[in-house]
Nanobody
Framework: QVQLVESGGALVQAGGSLRLSCQASGFDFDSRAIGWLRQAPGKEREEVSC????????YISQSVKGRFTISRDSANNMVHLQMNNLIPDDTAVYLCATEPHYFCSGLGQYDHWGQGAQVTVSS
């Protein structure tokens, strides 16, 4: 079955950096787009970034543009989210998710999610 396991969440000071990783298994890694979503208390779930199945295109939310970068390691079935210059508003549970399309198709298309990794940014 599809499994997505996040790692790398932590408590960090504003201005710091973190790298989240998502280990994927149970499906053809090269046939699905993979994204990072985040859920903060009292806020709507947000699609932060997404990368297409063969690394040909990416989506990055305006709220993190210029600070976050998504990458894909097909040799190891992993997707990473490099987060730089973190701010307190980035505090959230970050979830790795996948959708049944080659290209990123939007928040409503994801059909599998991981358990999430907590990122807390202190001011």
């Amino acid at each position: 079955q599809v499994q997505l396991v996040e790692s790398g969440g932590a408590l960090v000071q504003a201005g710091g950096s973190l790298r989240l990783s998502c280990q994927a298994s149970g499906f053809d890694f090269d046939s699905r787009a993979i994204g990072w979503l985040r859920q903060a208390p009292g806020k709507e779930r947000e699609e932060v970034s997404c990368i297409s199945s063969r690394n040909t295109s990416t989506y990055i939310s305006q709220s993190v543009k210029g600070r976050f970068t998504i990458s894909r390691d097909s040799a190891n079935n992993m997707v990473h989210l490099q987060m730089n210059n973190l701010i307190p508003d980035d505090t959230a549970v970050y979830l790795c998710a996948t959708e049944p399309h080659y290209f990123c198709s939007g928040l409503g298309q994801y059909d599998h999610w991981g358990q999430g990794a907590q990122v807390t940014v202190s001011s």
